[in-house]
């Protein structure tokens, strides 16, 4: 619930910058619909230092409270290969050591000297540090980002073309590849979409519950591989 | 030259304002008109001339022995049939009925194997019906109730219901609502503001339900009605009563199904049970473009709608007896004229079997699946296209087609007269 | 009778339970309703406790466009839970469908086909704010003098 | 007991006891910058229909004409509060949140155009397409009445026994005929693109 409480002021700060909270509608094609004000931009910087003043609390909440810590560690672990045998994406992996990120070779990232963050465990706790970690490298990668913003136009234009594209981002729960067809005036005519979940969820049930004797350790073992229910329901 | 105004003969909306670009004596292009009006406008594999069946093989003929041939036919035969009629005006219609009460022969019309039921409903209950007009000035509700319209009637709602604008309706296109209702999701269904979907053959239920619900007797409904849920039927009938003027149209959904004419008759009821809340109306939708027409005609001519039986040398009405499928079941009849209409592609097939072994003369400008069945096809002109006279819009209107061009044909009319004429020389020698 | 009333009244509106239940949402209108657990809007000061039994809610939030697996198994959801009992729509989609209204997707909405809903929030996703105050302004119309107007 | 000591440290900590004990949760508003539904200001709406177009959910937004003129009406259990119609509207009638001073002071813009295409195969000429179009009934309320058109300024009519496509650049791609079509044999393609207004025009 805390946790929640520090997810609110990451979407006061989504919503000054777009005007609402989940659904922003904010990127069109060639740039995106509003800019970001100086003051907005200040007052994004402020409520970082507060969210990551929050996260290392709850950051040592984690590591040091035997409630979660000790429950965690060692219970559902996959190692390596069975990492990469399920295809399992996103910090999922990621806790398991698989190099995993799409973020590494993307350009902007690269610019922004990205590194992944891995850990070798692969047990619940590893999956939920990496998680954790990811909080912290994005607000280093959001202020940098604030820094380094230039000045100039928000809007380049441009239209969708008729053609076929397959592209792949790094989401929160990991690898998102969308595939689109589009007629010649940018319709969609075909669209397939692979979320992070279907191969996690797949490697949870086979490889992490494998392992686990106790079945209140079932519950923390799914929800560690952080299944969205609404991405395998489609 | 580009004939305006001209009446599409094909279904029951009689579109009146059809523009056709004729050249050479041929249609060349039609603005307006749908898809199936365009193509019978465009029609072009018409017969040259009158065929006779000789052995395996057709043979050309003249009119004049055609017309022969099948007064000779029908004043030969003990009981001939006259059927069709829904394909040509009422002119040619009245010469009809003169020529049953000469041969003393039956005369029925498609309506039997269509809209019979709910004539026969009508009979007993009363039509509470108005014109199209209406509908498209006031009705703020329409219903299709086993019809389908963007298949059967096309224009039907951009002319008078779903699109039009009304008289007295302000924002007519968003505040009209269309309930469709039908055993499969039509294409009529896609346009629809709401769609019941029953199961084949539970018309009468639903209809039944929904006359408990207007009477206030809901919690005697089921959970759901020939699969339809409950909710869906409150939320139906709130539509109807909220309405401040409705118009139900039905189709062969509701007349050919388990039911029959009770169906409508149960339709009807709902209509005037409604009627004590809010203004509403029901209308059949009518295929032909004149089978209304041949319906007021008999009417009027002999006092039944269809199925009429001069054996005994005044009009008789028996429908189950008189009407054409039954005479061809029961094999009575042993000679039959054919006008405008194609038996061939809709009868059962014991009535087929039989009108394969008697004589039959058929008046049609293309060849269809009757000609397969008939001793002599005589061609004649295209009413509202190279004929003229008056047809009945499915409203009860009558619209007098325009001849929009100009052939060697003969007209249904002329063909019968001729033929009604040499019947009355040869029975008053 | 009414001092009984009256005590039924004070207990029930201070004490609304609140199933949720998601017919094939996208998670946006999910996560705003967990929102109004975080501590800035916090459900529970006003006495709304929010546990997936229906056996012994008073108030079903319905979330998402229906889709067709979930039609009957929406049905037996609402008929479990205890009378008196609300239906409420949170989001579009329960409404009207929202994006997916269109042809070719896999939906059928609205969600008022299958149970009576007595409150709709729209919004796309609504925010926690809204949610929270269509329960609490819907609820008491209900359940006041519930045995009352039964009669 | 490492543990038990950070547990113990952590809430006693001055800022978690006064949390625990004075903390009031916000009250049930909305902040001004909260794209809401878009609302009505004083202009008026010239019925282009720019923000039906735009609309990415369907139904969301409607251009009726009231008795005083052209009035867009937002209907809640559609809209989805992107702002695209405000942000499109060439009048300033719609407002929400703050979009409209933020494009003001980006310089931003929408500039859009439609493509129409009819599949002569799928299509029935019913009409359905041309009578419900809006700029139809606006340019010729003929249409609307009767469903035939003699103007030859309408968007399309049924013409030689297809829907033919008079005035492709009319269309306010509002796409009222696709959705009216029975069997999607007409299609509206949008094309917007976001760019920046010169400074002669801002």
């Known amino acids: 619930m805390y946790l929640l409480n520090t997810r609110e002021t990451v979407l006061d700060n989504l919503e000054r910058l777009t005007g609402s909270r989940i659904n922003t509608a904010y990127m069109i094609p060639g740039g995106v619909r509003f800019d970001l004000l100086p003051e907005d931009a200040a007052a994004m910087l402020a409520d970082l230092v507060k969210v990551e003043g929050e996260m290392r609390r709850h950051t040592g909440m984690f590591e040091t409270g035997p409630l979660i810590a000790l429950r965690s560690k060692g219970i559902g672990v996959m190692d390596r290969e069975e990492a990469i045998r399920a295809h399992t994406v996103g910090p999922t992996a990621r806790a398991s050591g698989v190099v995993c990120d799409l973020r590494l070779r993307h350009p902007t990232y690269r610019e922004l000297g990205f590194t992944q963050v891995t850990r070798t465990e692969g047990d619940n706790f590893a999956r939920i540090m990496v998680r954790f970690q990811e909080v912290f490298q994005s607000i280093d990668l959001i202020r940098?980002?604030?820094?380094?913003?230039?000045?100039?136009?928000?809007?380049?234009?441009?239209?969708?073309?008729?053609?076929?594209?397959?592209?792949?981002?790094?989401?929160?729960?990991?690898?998102?590849?969308?595939?689109?067809?589009?007629?010649?005036?940018?319709?969609?005519?075909?669209?397939?979409?692979?979320?992070?979940?279907?191969?996690?969820?797949?490697?949870?049930?086979?490889?992490?519950?494998r392992d686990v004797t106790s079945i209140a350790d079932v519950t923390s073992t799914f929800i560690s591989s952080d299944p969205c229910i609404a991405c395998n329901e489609r | 030259m580009i004939v305006k105004d001209a009446v599409c003969p094909f279904c029951g909306c009689l579109c009146d304002d059809i523009e056709v670009e004729v050249e050479d004596d041929r249609v060349v292009a039609v603005t307006n008109a749908c898809e199936l009006g365009t193509t019978k406008f465009m029609g072009e594999k018409r017969m040259k001339n009158p065929i006779l069946r000789d052995g395996d093989r057709w043979r050309d003929i003249t009119y004049d022995e055609a017309v022969q041939y099948a007064a000779d036919m029908l004043l030969s035969a003990e009981r001939p049939l006259l059927y069709g009629w829904s394909g040509t005006h009422g002119e040619a219609q009245c010469v009809g009925v003169h020529m049953a009460e000469l041969v003393r022969g039956v005369i029925d019309n498609t309506s039997s194997v269509c809209h019979g039921p709910s004539i026969l409903a009508i009979q007993e209950v009363g039509h509470p019906g108005c014109t199209l007009g209406v509908v498209k000035n006031r009705a703020d509700l329409v219903i299709y109730w086993g019809s389908n319209p963007i298949d059967a009637h096309p224009r039907h709602l951009s002319r008078y219901t779903r699109y039009a604008e009304g008289f007295f309706l302000e924002n007519a296109f968003r505040d009209r609502k269309v309930i469709v209702v039908d055993i499969r999701k039509t294409e009529t269904a896609n346009i629809a503001d709401e769609f019941v979907r029953i199961k084949p053959g539970g018309d009468y239920a639903v209809l039944s339900a929904l006359r408990a619900i207007v009477q206030g007797k809901t919690d005697t409904i089921p959970r759901t009605v020939a699969g339809v849920t409950r909710e869906q039927l409150v939320r139906v009938a709130n539509l109807c009563k909220n309405a401040k003027f409705g118009a139900v149209y039905f189709g062969l959904g509701l007349t050919m199904t388990r039911g029959k004419y009770k169906n409508i008759r149960n339709a009807i009821e709902l209509v005037s049970e409604l009627s004590r809340h809010t203004k509403f109306t029901i209308s059949a939708m009518r295929g032909h473009y004149n089978v209304y027409g041949s319906n007021e005609v008999n009417t009027w001519m002999t006092g039944y709608p269809f199925g009429i039986d001069y054996s005994r040398g005044i009009a008789f009405y028996n429908p189950g007896e008189t009407t054409a499928v039954d005479i061809l079941a029961r094999k009575e009849c042993d000679a039959a004229l054919i006008v405008g209409s194609d038996p061939a592609a809709h009868f059962p097939r014991k009535c087929l079997e039989h009108l394969a072994d008697i004589p039959v003369v058929q008046l049609d400008p293309y060849p269809n699946a009757t000609t397969a069945f008939c001793n002599v096809q005589i061609p004649v002109a295209v009413t509202g296209i190279d004929a003229e006279g008056t047809a009945y819009r499915m409203d009860g209107v009558p619209i007098r087609t325009r001849k929009v061009l100009s052939t060697d044909y003969l007209s249904d009319r002329e063909v019968l007269s001729r033929m009604c004429a040499l019947m009355q020389e040869a029975l008053e020698r | 009778m009414s001092i009984l009333q009256d005590i039924k009244n004070a207990v029930r509106s201070r004490s609304i339970h609140v199933a949720y239940v998601d017919v094939g949402s996208c998670n946006g209108c999910d996560i705003e309703v967990l929102a109004c657990l975080a501590p800035r809007y916090d459900i529970e000061q006003y006495g709304i406790y929010v546990h997936n039994n229906p056996r012994e809610a008073d108030v079903l939030l319905v979330i998402g466009s229906v889709t067709p697996q979930w039609v009957d198994k929406l049905r037996d959801i609402w008929e479990k839970i205890p009378e008196p009992k609300v239906a409420v729509a949170i989001g579009n989609c329960p409404i009207s469908g929202c994006v997916y209204a269109r042809r070719g997707t896999l939906t059928t909405p609205p969600v008022e086909n299958y149970i009576p809903i007595a409150a709709q929030v729209p919004g796309c996703p609504p925010r926690p704010t809204e949610i929270l105050s269509a329960i609490l302004s819907v609820a008491p119309l209900i359940y006041k003098d519930y045995e009352e107007k039964q009669r | 007991m490492r543990s038990i000591v950070y547990y113990l440290r952590e809430f006693f900590r001055p800022e978690w006891v006064r949390k625990f004990f004075f903390a009031k949760t916000a009250p049930l508003v909305a902040p001004s910058y909260f794209k809401d539904y878009p609302s009505l200001t004083e202009k008026e709406c010239t019925g282009c229909l720019t923000c039906m177009m735009i609309c990415p959910a369907p139904g969301a937004i409607a251009v009726l004409h009231k008795k005083d003129g052209w009035e867009p009406e937002i209907y809640p259990g559609h809209c989805i509060r992107c702002g695209l119609c405000v942000e499109a509207c060439p009048e300033g009638v719609l407002s929400s949140g703050r979009i409209l001073d933020v494009t003001r002071r980006d310089k931003t813009a929408f500039s859009s155009w439609y493509r129409l295409q009819v599949d002569d195969t799928l299509c029935m000429r019913c009409g359905n397409c041309c009578v419900s179009c809006p700029v139809n009934r606006e340019i010729d309320p003929q249409l609307a009445g009767t469903g035939t058109s003699a103007s030859d300024e309408v968007i399309m009519r049924i013409e030689g026994g297809r829907v033919t496509i008079l005035h492709e650049e009319k269309c306010t791609g509002c796409k009222t005929c696709e959705n009216n079509c029975p069997n999607r044999a007409i299609r509206v393609a949008r094309m917007v693109e976001g760019v920046h207004l010169e400074e002669a025009e801002a």
């Not at chain 1, 809007?155 to 689109?180: F, M, N, Q």
């Not at chain 1, 191969?199 to 490889?207: G, Q, V, Y």
């Open chain 1, 144 to 209: 940098k980002c604030i820094d380094s913003l230039p000045d100039g136009p928000i809007r380049g234009g441009g239209l969708c073309k008729a053609g076929e594209v397959s592209y792949g981002g790094e989401a929160p729960r990991g690898e998102l590849t969308y595939s689109i067809k589009t007629d010649e005036y940018g319709r969609v005519v075909d669209i397939a979409i692979r979320t992070p979940s279907i191969m996690n969820i797949e490697a949870c049930a086979h490889s992490m519950i």
